[in-house]
């Protein structure tokens, strides 16, 4: 951080349902012009290497494969990139399915977070195909290294002083005991929330709100 800010970038590319090859680009063209930009973190939507409204193809190992090549498409890429890039994709984990964030910088994979309150009420139904969040952090293996697996987890710069990023996903925020409440008093700057919301009347002036609290 310089004087107590850093540039954050957020992205909302365009995208394919279950088209990962497709959604990888664009990702990596948003990280392009988010570096050119000199930004030192970009987000991006939940799932978005899949596309949110995947319904039951989350099922089906083609598309859960398609995400996992994209994402090593995004950390190749990443190599010679001092920025970090937090995007969103579906992962098997101990044979279950969760809806994480990964975090990425230099061509690696930093560490993986899962949604921990899985929504299944009105037009959300992500209990039909995801598990919520571990309890405990774990260890997770992609593209031959072992990563952080969990939710209590924290990415500190060694660079910038006193930029420390915690990670949540869309409703984890509309909780009483927000996740984001405990990672500021753990030590976060930044707390970075991935979301792929429908709009409603009223629904961005509520989560402004929601934030701000």
């Known amino acids: 951080m310089k004087d107590g800010f850093v540039r954050?970038?957020?992205?909302?590319?365009?995208?394919?349902?279950?088209?990962?090859?497709?959604?990888?680009?664009?990702?990596?063209?948003?990280?392009a012009e988010a570096e050119q930009a000199q930004a030192?973190?970009?987000?991006?939507?939940?799932?978005?290497?899949?596309?949110?409204?995947?319904?039951?193809?989350?099922l089906q190992p083609t598309l859960l494969n398609g995400a996992l090549t994209a994402l090593k498409t995004v950390v190749d890429t990443s190599q010679d990139k001092d920025i970090v890039a937090v995007v969103g994709l579906p992962l098997v984990w101990k044979g279950k399915l969760y809806n994480c964030a990964a975090v990425i910088q230099h061509g690696s994979v930093l560490g993986v977070v899962p949604k921990t309150q899985i929504p299944n009420y009105g037009e959300f139904y992500e209990?039909?195909?995801?598990?919520?969040?571990?309890?405990?952090?774990?260890?997770?293996?992609?593209?031959?290294?072992?990563?952080?697996?969990?939710?209590?987890?924290l990415f500190r710069s060694t660079i910038l002083e006193n930029f420390t990023i915690a990670v949540e996903l869309c409703e984890d925020l509309w909780v009483p005991n927000a996740p984001s409440f405990r990672h500021a008093q753990a030590g976060a700057t930044v707390v970075v929330n991935l979301s792929a919301s429908d709009e409603l009347v009223g629904k961005a002036a509520y989560k402004r709100q929601m934030i701000a609290h």
């Open 127 to 153: 209990y039909r195909w995801f598990t919520r969040a571990p309890d405990s952090i774990g260890e997770i293996i992609l593209f031959g290294t072992t990563v952080p697996f969990g939710t209590d987890i």
């Open 40 to 58: 030192s973190l970009i987000v991006f939507p939940e799932l978005g290497l899949s596309a949110y409204t995947c319904a039951d193809l989350f």
């Open 8 to 31: 954050v970038a957020v992205a909302t590319p365009k995208l394919r349902v279950a088209d990962c090859t497709f959604n990888a680009e664009q990702t990596v063209q948003c990280i």
